[in-house]
């Protein structure tokens, strides 16, 4: 190895050189001063019972192995009515693809394969989608268009997915700001993804044609924190209407992110939003890096802005499984080669992310587009493995590098060596543009991958095989007079009910607020308890037990309802919660005895005080006064539950010992 470099210090050099601050760290002065905007793309799935353009049941999901037939289909490019090819098709038409397709028979139909025309849009599907538009305070449209959205990567069978606009400028509040709705959209759910193994992509049609909205915002969000607030609150409203399913899968952002110089990069298929903040700051950074590079190589090669990429064939002498599997590679038959990229030293090694470089850019679209399964390349300057040095110098040596040369050495089917080389050379051309655009997968660390490259403008036409659909005004009125209050508002009450804002996500998400607002107006409780009780102690329980039957929260209505009919203390509906939460189908009067309810009298518990001081004197000859209070209220918490209030009693217990 050239003794004169290394990767791990480079790595850290041009970690500085980027001006990388970790997420804890930054602050919304770093955001503006990179020119930092985001955008998201909100999907929600509906709650109907039946899917958006055919009969067949929404919601019922089978599992991977569980199938009745499967179908293989392979994506080709065509002419759009421009005369021009989409930039995603070609590349997805360069991974040769085999897409398989799992259906049962009862969750699919001839529909979803465009054997047959599409049945009448479900108008189940457009109430619930002009319900939401109005929430988001857009503008719903006077006649719904049915048009094709061009879906390239296989997981619409069809290669397109029909889609509506419902809505159009609206605004929801972040902060003290407005953020724009653009538009919300009614289409139809994709396929659920199997596997992905080089040239073959496995889908399961089941979810396939479910209804699904589509919240796009404008680029309005100026940190990454704006951007988790904007997907909080349109998840927020989306679920206060009751119409929408939950769960993993149900709810997917696309998140849109871009800096001064930089351009639009597509997070694809943020599962969770809490995962926004530490992806789009991730993404800020890598694009800051890639202009870095830019930069440094336009410095390096002037006017020329394309490297003379060259490859050979590794020979046998250095085909050995030390430190390399190239042994092995070559067993299987696959063609080793060493590829030599002019004027890339220490750009390989230039610091992208977290733990991320410029060399991961290529070998993520490697895996992608030449469909290789790592282990597949190794390559000069790897941070934190390092190239034995006489390995290095007989590389060097075939490919006739100087000193500011990189390479990588590569393997995989002969067949699939062209369209790696390809990739390889159009990477390190676009690495002079700077960023180039791309949809990216989003990974657990928060750094994102290559996915496929971002799909033109032109990808949407009408669809001849739907009519327009009319929306009347009385129709959109009689919608808006039984909307669900706004989230703004609904937070605007819990702040003036003084309840911890750490509930507020659990009970927005859950749709909880009717249920707490029912429980404060009907019994004699403060806000703050009922808040807690299901912000907190509800939450709790959903996170640590498995309930023997489907648990209701409206059933918690049933607990107060109880409590006050029989005059007990409010403070045993924690524990009650719990055995209820634990056993839905329980009566009430067992869920109070499993949660060591007895009826006690009020004067028996307090006579039980000067006794236990006694006994706590007895203990502990030089007790403390507030020991001894919290070690008497220690013993008369379980009687006291549900009979006293353990304020008054504890008030009650410390008057008796300072006495």
Known sequence: MNKSFSPDENFIKTRKAVGFIPMGKADGNLYREMGFKCGLEVHQQLKTAEKLFCHCPAGRYQKADD????????????????????????????????????????????????????????????????KIALLLKTSVVGEVHITRKQYLDGSIPTGFQRTAIIGIEGEIPVGKKAVNIIQISLEEDSCREVSDIRHDRVYRTDRLGMPLIEVVTGPDMKTPREAYEAGQYIRFLTRSTGNVRTGIGAARQDVNVSITGGCRIEIKGVARIHDIPKLTHNEAFRQQALLKIRDELLIRFKKKKQPEISAFPLPASLITDNPYPLQAA??????????????????????????RTFGDEIETRLKVIACLEPPFAVYSERPGAEVPESFDCDIRTLLRCNDSDAWILLWGPEADMPTALETIEERCRLAFEGVPEETRKAMPDGTTIFERVLPGPNRMYPDTDSAPIAVSDSEIEAI?????????????????????????????????????????????????FAGTLLGHSLKYLEGHFVPSAPFHPERIIDLFQYVTENK?????????????????????????????YRKTPEKRIHGQIPILIKKFMEIRTSGHPEACVSWVMGQLRQPALGNVNLADLQNRVAEAVNA
């Open 568 to 596: 007990m203390e409010i403070n045993i509906l924690p524990e009650m919660l719990k055995e209820l939460y634990q056993h839905p189908n329980m009566d009430l009067g067992s869920v109070a005895a499993a949660a060591g």
């Open 480 to 528: 808006r007079s039984k909307l669900p209050a706004d989230v703004a508002e609904m937070m605007a009450q819990m702040d003036t009910w003084r309840i911890p804002r750490d509930t507020y996500g659990y009970i927005f998400s859950r749709n909880l607020f009717p249920l707490l607002e029912t429980v404060i107006r009907r019994f004699p409780v403060s806000p703050v």
């Open 67 to 130: 199938f009745d037939a499967e179908i293989i289909r392979h994506m080709r490019p065509t002419l759009s009515e421009l005369g021009e090819y989409d930039r995603t098709a070609l590349m997805e038409f360069k991974t040769r693809k085999n897409i398989f397709y799992r259906l049962r028979n009862d969750t699919a139909c001839t529909y979803e394969f465009d054997d047959t025309p599409p049945f009448l849009l479900n108008r189940e599907a457009l109430v619930i989608s002009m």
């Open 330 to 355: 070559k067993e299987k038959g696959f063609e080793v080669l060493a590829v030599r990229l002019p004027g890339f030293q220490g750009i390989l090694s230039h610091f992208t992310g977290p733990g």
